[in-house]
């Protein structure tokens, strides 16, 4: 059954997710999420989340108005660009070199229609061979998903092929039956396989890792073999060193907008996550794994963004002799 919009219905979503998850498991991913739902003080990895306090959008805009800053930033929001990142590993398959993936994340589609307008532009023009998404779709931590997955769906229409994703501290798990109707794999710390000919490697994904501490790098990671190159996908970057131990080459994130409002010189003013600044935004390495933290698409809490533009990414794989 299906509401008006074509989303299920709540009784639906629970059926559905019982059928995904298993009763046990898709209750007490709810329940977590119920108890800490719009929790400003002491969950997650930060002991602060501003995203999370009713009122904190509104004095962001009013000094912003009063300054004379707010429609410039509201501009610059819009100026999705495609950026290009180059991957390169000795264990990457033959098969996959030149291999590409685009990177969507912190897309807050509700606050965010114009940039949603012009990601999707960028996605019908460019080239790839796979779709990820790294969470954060909705705007708000709590409150009606409904809106978040109307502009998704007309994202979805402009974005070809197998798209895979992971939900963000914004996200609701009972967005995930209508995300899977519309044809986004998520990934709830599971794994999937990518083959070309005989030749393939995993990729993974972990749910929310930052603010509900629903992630599980083993789980997701069971079933990978040793010697295969994997990648990992999390909302947040904040779980690298984890990410890295578990054998991972590469690992795509978003989470931090890359500050969003920065300084010159593209310097975070603050920065919802608890990493060193260099991972905060572009590539990075620790150790043997490679990452990438998106700056995002969309903004969060107010549309506005300064010295910090939001991004589409591409990542290309090649392979290293």
Request: charged share 25%; glycine share 8%; net charge neutral.
């Amino acid at each position: 059954m299906t509401t008006h919009d074509d989303f299920l219905t709540p009784e639906a979503v629970m059926q559905a997710l019982e059928s995904r998850l298993g009763r046990v498991h898709a209750r007490q991913r709810l329940g977590i999420e119920r108890d800490h739902e719009a929790q400003a003080f002491g969950q997650g990895l930060n002991f602060f989340h501003i995203e999370n306090m009713p009122w904190s959008n509104a004095i962001i805009e009013s000094v912003l108005r009063a300054t004379g800053f707010y429609w410039p930033g509201r501009a610059n929001a819009v100026k999705v660009e495609l950026r290009t990142n180059e991957v390169r590993s000795p264990r990457l398959p033959a098969a996959f070199d030149g291999f590409s993936i685009l990177h969507l994340s912190d897309l807050h589609t509700d606050l965010s229609q114009r940039a949603m307008r012009r990601t999707a532009e960028i996605a019908q023009q460019a080239r790839y061979d796979l779709c990820v998404m790294t969470g954060d779709f909705r705007a708000l931590t709590f409150g009606p998903y409904q809106p978040c997955l109307r502009e998704l769906r007309r994202l979805r229409e402009a974005l070809r092929g197998d798209v895979y994703a992971v939900l963000g501290n914004h996200d609701t798990i009972l967005m995930a039956p209508d995300l899977e109707r519309m044809g986004v794999k998520l990934l709830l710390n599971e794994t999937a396989e990518i083959a070309r000919g005989p030749e393939r490697f995993f990729l993974a994904g972990v749910d929310d890792a930052h603010f509900y501490r629903v992630d599980n790098i083993e789980k997701a990671a069971h079933d990978i073999p040793h010697e295969a190159f994997s990648i990992l996908l999390s909302h947040t970057p904040e779980i690298y060193r984890q990410a890295a131990h578990a054998g991972f080459d590469l690992m795509l994130s978003g989470h931090t907008h890359g500050g969003q409002i920065c300084l010159p010189g593209g310097v975070p003013v603050t920065l919802d996550a608890n990493l060193p600044r260099r991972m905060a935004r572009g590539a990075w390495r620790h150790g043997d794994m490679a990452g990438y933290t998106s700056a995002g698409a969309g903004s969060c809490i107010v549309p506005v963004r300064f010295n910090c533009p939001p991004e589409v990414t591409l990542h290309v794989l090649r392979r290293a002799e």
